[in-house]
């Protein structure tokens, strides 16, 4: 989309320092939308701080939508000791997809790249969605609002970071089909402190030219040393290479399909392999849960042991990178939605229809077996 028509689709806007188009692409153009209008609003001015530390550059720019709960949003474009302010955006809802996609397409228009990342910046929920806008009424972005945003700006991005809490699923990364190359995020809570942003923006510099791949691996890397030299725990980091998605559905696909098949017998050994396996916000580690599958003595069928080898198999080969802090067990980088108890699956206004609408289980009926568990149970 043209500067011009993305300018007019947003007649609202104010222009508080010049939005020329750059006719030369960079190499990278990173997109912040940075989500503060809630209680983690000084830890995206920490952020922003840290972005501007190290600042744009003729090879990369370093783009943010900033949210707040004191003031009106501003699409900020980041230099080095400061940011300027690019168009002022006036109170909006970081809740809403048009937002992310005029965030998207304008920003694409005034700051062409060879190569494009998104960041999304707030609170996450894993399936239930993330960037929750408390000025808006604490409207949030469901995951498929979120695909929308994205989706309806047309741009297909090297890299999507999730700086976000327990976004780290396979139901996350199906959102980005044909959108993203690469996917960085979190099986457990992210700590707002998030990606050290200035070692970050300073490597990408050094080394502008690097794709997406090398990009993921530089900011999974640098969040592991960071976290270790700040000694927290609980923390998580993976890289999902977006080739494998496919796959990984269709293997947990296979897998649903088996266990469905001997839910029957295998009830109170699939019931066991669950209560071992980690989960966060409810969402179970996939390699843990399909390893305890294949090491439990009372399943012996050899459909379900193969379908689950091909469970550990698949997520191992989509999973690029992955580490986790000393204290953390049995996570390996992806999760899946698998309540313990029906309850939560079913509860309220149903997270079952939710689910189902979900990309990820039009293409692995997930939710099948989901219901046959706790019909079951």
Same mark, same amino acid.
């Given at each position: 989309?043209?500067?011009?028509?993305?300018?007019?689709?947003?007649?609202?806007?104010?222009?508080?320092?010049?939005?020329?188009? !750059?006719?030369?692409?960079?190499?990278?153009?990173?997109?912040?939308?940075?989500?503060?209008?809630?209680?983690?609003?000084?830890?995206?001015?920490?952020?922003?701080?840290?972005?501007?530390?190290?600042?744009?550059?003729?090879?990369?720019?370093?783009?943010?939508?900033?949210?707040?709960?004191?003031?009106?949003?501003?699409? %900020?474009?980041?230099?080095?000791?400061?940011?300027?302010?690019?168009?002022?955006?006036?109170?909006?809802?970081?809740?809403?997809?048009?937002?992310?996609?005029?965030?998207?397409?304008?920003?694409?228009? %005034?700051?062409?790249?060879?190569? $494009?990342?998104?960041?999304?910046?707030?609170?996450?929920?894993?399936?239930?969605?993330?960037?929750?806008?408390? *000025?808006?009424?604490?409207?949030?972005?469901?995951?498929? !609002?979120?695909?929308?945003?994205?989706?309806?700006?047309?741009?297909?991005?090297?890299? *999507?970071?999730?700086?976000?809490?327990?976004?780290?699923?396979?139901?996350?990364?199906?959102?980005?089909?044909?959108?993203?190359?690469?996917?960085?995020?979190? @099986?457990?809570?992210?700590?707002?402190?998030?990606?050290? $942003?200035?070692?970050?923006?300073?490597?990408?510099?050094? #080394?502008? *030219?690097?794709?997406?791949?090398?990009?993921?691996?530089?900011?999974?890397?640098? $969040?592991?040393?960071?976290?270790?030299?700040?000694?927290?725990?609980?923390?998580?980091?993976?890289?999902?290479?977006?080739?494998?998605?496919?796959?990984? #559905?269709?293997?947990?696909?296979?897998?649903?399909?088996?266990?469905?098949?001997?839910?029957?017998?295998?009830?109170?050994?699939?019931?066991?392999?669950? @209560?071992? *396996?980690?989960?966060?916000?409810? @969402?179970?580690?996939?390699?843990?849960?399909? @390893?305890?599958?294949?090491?439990?003595?009372?399943?012996?069928?050899?459909?379900?042991?193969?379908?689950?080898?091909?469970?550990?198999?698949?997520?191992?080969?989509?999973?690029?990178? !992955?580490?986790?802090?000393?204290?953390?067990?049995?996570?390996?980088?992806?999760?899946?939605?698998?309540?313990?108890?029906?309850?939560?699956?079913?509860?309220?206004? #149903?997270? !079952?229809?939710?689910?189902?609408?979900?990309?990820?289980?039009?293409?692995?009926?997930?939710?099948?077996?989901?219901?046959?568990? $706790?019909?079951?149970?």
């Amino acid at each position: 989309m043209g500067l011009v028509a993305v300018l007019m689709i947003l007649p609202a806007l104010a222009l508080t320092a010049p939005a020329k188009a !750059e006719t030369v692409p960079a190499e990278w153009t990173v997109m912040f939308y940075m989500d503060g209008d809630n209680n983690v609003e000084s830890y995206a001015l920490r952020d922003l701080a840290e972005l501007e530390a190290s600042g744009s550059n003729t090879d990369v720019n370093i783009v943010v939508l900033l949210d707040t709960l004191e003031g009106p949003a501003e699409l %900020l474009y980041v230099q080095q000791g400061g940011s300027t302010t690019v168009q002022a955006w006036g109170e909006v809802n970081m809740g809403d997809p048009a937002t992310l996609t005029d965030f998207i397409d304008v920003t694409e228009a %005034l700051y062409p790249a060879n190569n $494009y990342a998104l960041v999304m910046w707030d609170h996450g929920g894993g399936i239930v969605g993330l960037c929750w806008d408390d *000025t808006s009424g604490g409207d949030r972005l469901t995951l498929a !609002e979120f695909r929308s945003g994205v989706v309806n700006a047309g741009l297909s991005f090297d890299v *999507t970071v999730f700086n976000a809490c327990v976004m780290a699923t396979a139901e996350v990364a199906h959102q980005m089909i044909g959108y993203s190359d690469y996917v960085i995020f979190s @099986q457990e809570n992210m700590y707002a402190l998030g990606f050290p $942003y200035t070692d970050v923006a300073d490597a990408l510099k050094a #080394s502008p *030219t690097m794709d997406g791949a090398t990009m993921s691996i530089m900011m999974a890397h640098e $969040y592991t040393d960071y976290y270790i030299s700040i000694g927290y725990s609980g923390v998580t980091i993976s890289v999902y290479n977006m080739n494998d998605v496919g796959n990984v #559905s269709r293997v947990v696909k296979d897998f649903g399909s088996a266990q469905i098949a001997t839910m029957g017998t295998y009830y109170k050994a699939y019931k066991s392999c669950r @209560q071992a *396996t980690p989960a966060p916000n409810n @969402q179970a580690d996939l390699v843990t849960y399909a @390893q305890n599958v294949v090491a439990n003595s009372d399943i012996t069928d050899a459909a379900v042991k193969d379908a689950a080898r091909s469970v550990v198999a698949a997520v191992d080969a989509a999973i690029m990178y !992955e580490w986790h802090s000393e204290d953390v067990t049995g996570e390996n980088g992806l999760g899946i939605w698998f309540p313990t108890k029906s309850v939560t699956y079913y509860w309220g206004a #149903s997270y !079952e229809a939710m689910y189902r609408a979900l990309p990820f289980d039009v293409a692995s009926n997930w939710a099948d077996f989901l219901d046959s568990y $706790y019909n079951k149970g």
